[in-house]
């Protein structure tokens, strides 16, 4: 890409410019301006596989790791740089091939500490969830090494649409407690919420009007995922509906850097907390516990738990999927922090990762008997406990 769109102070979208505020996250920096530039990207794999080379748009992605001196970028393939689509398998577990867009994900908050933690996260519940394809690539811009990152799908209504083969004029899709809308519309989520609010949901017809609207395993499955992972970053959160489907709310297991982060942590109210959860406990908890008060969903809530436990987050499973990821990396993970002169002890940072799933279980079980005010919203007996949280054997 020419360099003076992506590095210039004055036109450069990975620039900081001049009108930048002096501390993290640098509002107003290049970096958070909504700025494309024409580029080419080439994917050139190893083996057999022939790869790519197409023209499209790039900008920088992501939050707060804008302010990053390593970035995320989004690609946006436009009929103005030459195709509307990018036409090409990009990942082995898609059963599709077009995508109209794609990040090339730097890792977040785990940027400089495991370079996996999303990756990990969402390929574990990959199955159970909808969540962004992952694959690693050491990226060049112009030449220059710019380290480990991940090929993504992007999250949008195109995104919605190729996984459930509907159109993406259908979709509407939310972000956090509803009111941020990144397509389509948040009145029929608003409304549902209204009705979670001043209803009874003990009451069979109220339990069903709510249940006739989410998808119930698929809520249930992403909040027992955030619960495993520990994640305190719960304000990513992305969910969606289709008027060409069943019309039912599901949730995108997105954006997990913050998870992993030690053995022993409140996840479990942090998932409960009646006041709410995330930052400043500002996402809304008010569909979980009025829901959990409905024996039925209970028991689905805790036969799910169970089930993941023993299917998706078992130890041994987390493990191996660790050490597939560091293995992809042991080789990278020098060069990468050479690139960005950072110090972290790469090794020892996922070795810690061992050591959350080794003490996982123990910690979740530990937190449902012994806290209180977990029991008082979700009391689990002895034999529940048992058949969802085996011994852990170091």
């Known amino acids: 890409s020419d360099p003076d769109g992506l590095f210039s102070e004055k036109n450069g979208i990975y620039a900081t410019g001049s ?9 107003g920096a290049n970096f958070w301006k909504d700025w494309e530039r024409a580029c080419t990207v080439q994917l050139l794999p190893k083996g057999e596989e022939t790869g790519f080379s197409v023209n ?21 393939f436009r009929d103005i740089y030459g195709a509307g689509k990018l036409h090409y398998p990009v990942f082995a577990n898609r059963d599709f091939s077009s995508y109209e867009s794609l990040v090339l994900r730097a890792g977040g908050q785990d940027t400089f500490r495991c370079l996996m933690k ?25 030449g220059a090494y710019y380290g480990t990152y991940y090929i993504r799908e992007k999250i949008s209504a195109d995104f919605i649409a190729s996984h459930y083969n509907v159109s993406p004029e259908s979709v509407d899709l939310l972000q956090a407690n509803g009111y941020t809308v990144n397509a389509g519309s948040n009145k029929e989520w608003l409304s549902l919420m209204d009705y979670v609010k001043t209803h009874d949901l003990t009451v069979e017809a ?33 969910f969606f509906r289709s008027s060409e489907g069943d019309g039912k709310w599901r949730w995108i297991l997105y954006d997990t850097d ?61 493990i191996g999927m660790i050490d597939r990821f560091a293995d992809v990396w042991k080789d990278e993970a020098k060069r990468n ?8 002890d790469w090794a020892t940072n996922v070795e810690g990762l061992r050591y959350f799933a080794r003490h996982r279980m123990d910690a979740l079980r530990d937190e449902f008997e012994d806290s209180a005010r977990v029991r008082a919203i ?8 048992d058949r969802c949280f085996k011994e852990t054997v170091d």
């Open 19 to 27: 009108g930048a505020s002096s501390s993290f996250p640098y509002l």
């Open 56 to 76: 499209c748009g790039v900008s920088i992605f992501g939050a707060y790791s804008r302010a990053y001196e390593k970035k995320s970028f989004k690609l946006r």
């Open 118 to 142: 999303d990756d990990l996260t969402t390929t574990l519940a990959d199955g159970i969830l909808d969540v962004m394809a992952s694959r690693p690539i050491i990226l060049y811009i112009n």
């Open 206 to 238: 109220n339990y069903r009007y709510v249940t006739d609207r989410i998808d119930e395993q698929n809520y249930i499955d992403y909040l027992i995922a955030e619960l495993y992972c520990g994640n305190t970053d719960q304000g990513n959160i992305r």
């Open 258 to 318: 913050m998870g992993f982060q030690g053995g022993r942590l409140n996840s479990v109210w942090e998932l409960l907390n009646p006041n709410g959860t995330g930052a400043s406990d500002a996402i809304s908890t008010t569909m979980i516990n009025k829901l959990l008060k409905n024996r039925t969903f209970r028991d689905k809530f805790v036969a799910r738990l169970e089930y993941q436990m023993d299917n998706v987050w078992n130890t041994e499973r987390v």
């Open 337 to 344: 922090s050479v690139r960005w002169d950072h110090s972290t």
């Open 378 to 385: 979700l009391a689990l007996s002895n034999a529940e406990l």
